[in-house]
């Protein structure tokens, strides 16, 4: 049969059918060897990364060894207990030794990471950098504080790997303008922290370096894509860490971990040496912010980067310092507020804690005035989604090297990978039943021309003037809304990408957002959980019950905004609701 049809195909020449065919099975015995050969490159970059980052792990546990040899007898307990305002006194006064507070915090990250895996690697020149500040003339405002980075911002001879194979390659050739502006500031970079692969996640799992858990429940999430930062720190394994935030990484880590964390206006910090899985998506911006235990260590942090060494390395960004002013004010405030955006109803727990930050705040003489924003569904698929899929995800499809997806990420892999015309049908057949879906699947198809983009692009800016036009039009100085929580199970992020309407608003407006903790799940929370119903009956409904279920004792976090470049009065804000909550847990 195969013969006759050789013939036909080639019915000029002589052939021997039986040598074509020995050819055409051995082209096909050489592309199946070919493909495992690639396969098997793969796995062996993997096992050379993953041995690199045990190695590292080892080379942090023996300086640790070697230095309670020499110094058996320190309080690690009560250095680890100090917030950084404090400690940072006493490493500038000298009654705590930079090497002292180092040390101790290397053995309780060594700690936590092996609980949650939440360290991707170790940075070994935390040793030379701590000789370094000892040689600075003067001592910057992070002198001696120990500090964690995510995985993508550059640290010179480390990798920047986006939990992707196909950054296993070159280590970065020197520091991103962040680090040395941290370094300029006598901070000392001591880890690089996991996340989930092509950081378009609000999980933390990776192909190469496995999944972070959240340090309360090893059952839950510790959000992304910062989760590795948000791990660490709550577990208590850094005192401060910088992560970025394009639909909410660093807001989600922060409100799934119990973290104070703020995303500021994406240019007011320098990107400069931070890598992506995808370049060039200008439309929402990627911001760098600061996550800690409290919101002065926010505001230390955004002070001490806005200065001109910064300014300097990096012409770009803005030349506008801190303004502590605005941050130490007392003047009351005039606050928008809501507890739904009306696209995805939250839980119980996480609604009960706007309304009674926004009772503690009236009552402390602040004014408090309802606020609605504004056609929520079509800016978390039209704008938002559109801007990351434009190509219908080809680009990102991309970045899997090999064919390898992380579990978590399947079902946005396999949503993407059906044809243009699929998901059209697709959208079409299930608007009448499941709208939400609908308009999720029909945004996933992207754009067909350069017109249609530019006209994309155009309409952000439309949506932000409204936006910014209702928020002038109450007076308002900042907003205090709802955040995504609390903790989801693991797995649930991959399926529920659209909950994210909360935080990916403000990156779509670009404003500088902050999360602060307010309180935690309670039995009666989960009791009206039950009654759960959501919005649309739709599947998405019945899996965010789900992914929140089992949560008793887990974070409960509130939102606070500001308008863009007034970082200060959302960090104020911020302060204001940390203070009046910390007020009700004592009384």
């Not at 120990?146 to 939990?163: A, M, N």
């Not at 370094?183 to 970079?189: D, L, N, S, V, Y």
Request: neutral net charge.
């Amino acid at each position: 049969m195969i013969q006759q049809q050789l013939r036909r195909l080639l019915p000029e020449r002589e052939v021997d059918a039986s040598a074509a065919l020995v050819l055409l099975c051995g082209s096909a015995a050489a592309v199946v060897v070919w493909k495992w050969l690639g396969k098997r490159q793969i796995l062996k970059k993997m096992e050379e990364a993953r041995r690199t980052r045990d190695e590292g792990l080892k080379k942090m546990a023996k300086a640790v060894q070697q230095f309670r040899e020499q110094i058996p007898s320190v309080q690690t307990d009560a250095i680890l207990s100090l917030p950084l305002m404090e400690l940072t006194g006493r490493l500038h006064e000298g009654s705590l030794s930079p090497k002292t507070v180092l040390y101790t915090y290397l053995e309780k990250a060594l700690e936590v990471t092996e609980q949650t895996n939440s360290i991707r690697h170790f940075i070994p020149e935390c040793e030379d950098q701590l000789q370094e500040i000892q040689q600075q003339k003067e001592k910057g405002l992070l002198f001696g504080v120990p500090i964690s980075i995510k995985d993508h911002i550059g640290h010179k001879g480390h990798l920047s790997t986006c939990g992707l194979v196909q950054c296993l390659g070159t280590p970065m050739q020197e520091d991103s303008v962040l680090v040395k502006v941290l370094k300029k500031q006598g901070a000392i970079p001591f880890a690089m922290t996991n996340v989930p692969q092509s950081l378009f996640s609000y999980d933390c799992s990776n192909p190469i370096f496995g999944r972070t858990l959240n340090p309360f429940n090893p059952q839950k999430s510790p959000g992304g894509s910062s989760g590795g930062e948000g791990a660490l720190i709550a577990g208590g394994g850094s005192i401060l860490g910088i992560g970025s935030d394009i639909g909410g990484s660093i807001r989600l880590p922060s409100s799934f971990c119990g973290l104070c964390g703020l995303k500021p206006t994406a240019e007011r910090l320098s990107l400069a040496g931070v890598s992506g899985p995808v370049s060039g998506i200008l439309a929402v911006p990627c911001a760098l912010g600061p996550m800690a235990r409290d919101v002065d260590s926010l505001a230390l942090c955004m002070k001490a980067l806005l200065c001109q060494e910064m300014f300097q390395l990096d012409p770009t960004v803005p030349p506008i310092p801190f303004d502590e002013e605005v941050y130490s004010s007392s003047a009351p405030l005039r606050i928008g507020y809501y507890d739904t955006d009306d696209y995805v109803p939250l839980p119980p727990c996480m609604r009960r804690a706007v309304e009674e930050t926004r009772r503690a705040l009236q009552a402390a003489g602040h004014k408090l005035v309802p606020f609605s924003p504004p056609r929520i569904g079509y800016v978390m698929n039209e704008l938002f989604l559109k801007t990351f899929f434009a190509d219908g995800g080809r680009a990102w499809l991309d970045v899997f090297t090999g064919g390898i997806v992380d579990p978590s990420l399947k079902p946005q892999v396999n949503c993407c990978k059906i044809p243009r015309l699929g998901k059209k049908l697709l959208a079409l057949i299930l608007k009448p039943l499941f709208p939400r879906l609908a308009d999720y699947l029909s945004a996933l198809a992207g754009m067909r021309s350069v017109k249609e983009m530019w006209n994309h692009h155009h309409q952000i800016e439309v949506y932000r003037t409204e936006f910014i036009t209702r928020w002038r039009e109450l007076q308002l100085d900042v907003v205090l809304c709802p955040v995504l929580g609390p903790a989801f199970t693991m797995g649930y992020p991959g399926k529920l990408l659209t909950a994210v309407s909360s935080t990916m608003l403000y990156n779509v407006l670009n404003f500088p957002a902050g999360v602060v903790p307010v309180s935690k799940v309670t039995e009666a929370d989960e009791e009206e959980l039950k009654l759960y119903r959501g919005s649309c009956g739709d599947p998405w409904d019945q899996m965010l019950k789900q992914a929140v279920a089992g949560a008793v004792g887990l974070p409960v976090a509130v939102q606070c905004v500001a308008l863009p470049w007034r970082e200060e009065l959302c960090l104020r804000l911020m302060k204001e609701v940390e203070t009046l909550s910390h007020e009700k847990k004592a009384a």
